[in-house]
Structure formats: C-alpha cells, structure tokens
C-alpha cells in the first residue's frame, strides 16, 4: 500500500505565503509524476502543478509566477512553495503522485493525500 500525507496548510494573509509538503511512503518502487490539486467546496477540483520525475513542471494559469513546485526523488516528496496568496487561493489543497509498486510499469496508478486546508484572509 502507498501512503500519502500532506502538511504545511494554514491560515495566512493576503500576500503571504505558504510551504506546502506531502510525503510518498510504503510499498514504493518509483514515483513518477507528481501533482498538486485543490478543490473549494462544491466545486471541482482543479490542477495547480504538475512536476515530472526529471523536473519538468507544468502550472496552472491562475498560479504561474507565484507557485513553484518541486520534487525530492531522494525521499519521495513533492512540495509547493505559494507566495503572493490571494483570497482566491482558498481551498483544500491534495497531493497526488503515480507510483509504481513494483518494477513493472502496470503496476503504476495514482495515490491520493488527505487533502490540507488553505485559508488566505484579506
């Protein structure tokens, strides 16, 4: 089984900024891309970055600029690093990584963590 547990979620002002880390751990053989998502009640949730076991990344619009995404293949963790919060970056934030559970590629699916709340007052 694969574990994945996000920390780093707060309350922060308008211009602040928040480190967000979510940490692979179990039966792990590789991660392959890793994401952040995050989701407002009732709606859908949303892709905010994407980072590629090489380090390629990928970000949302709404995002670009102010968010980085970045791995440690060392010790299977994503992180994102927001700065110039907005109100409008209030959600629950998930991590989500595919991870191969053995050295076939088919093993390969996608995991999901909790979910940790970001709260950016005006």
């Known amino acids: 089984q694969v574990q994945l547990v996000e920390s780093g979620g707060g309350l922060v002002q308008a211009g602040g900024s928040l480190r967000l880390s979510c940490a692979a751990s179990?039966?792990?053989?590789?991660?392959?891309?890793m994401y952040w998502y995050r989701q407002a009640l009732r709606k859908q949730r949303e892709l905010v970055a994407s980072?590629?076991?090489?380090?390629?990344?990928d970000y949302a619009d709404s995002v670009k600029g102010r968010f980085t995404i970045s791995r440690d293949n060392a010790k299977n963790m994503v992180y994102l690093q927001m700065n110039s919060l907005k109100t409008e970056d209030t959600d629950v934030y998930y991590c989500?990584?595919?991870?191969?559970?053995?050295?076939?590629?088919?093993?390969?699916?996608?995991?999901w963590g909790q979910g940790t709340q970001v709260t950016v007052s005006s």
């Open positions: 989500k990584a595919d991870v191969q559970t053995t050295q076939s590629i088919s093993s390969a699916r996608g995991y």
């Open positions: 179990g039966t792990i053989v590789r991660v392959n891309t």
């Open positions: 980072i590629g076991r090489s380090g390629y990344t």
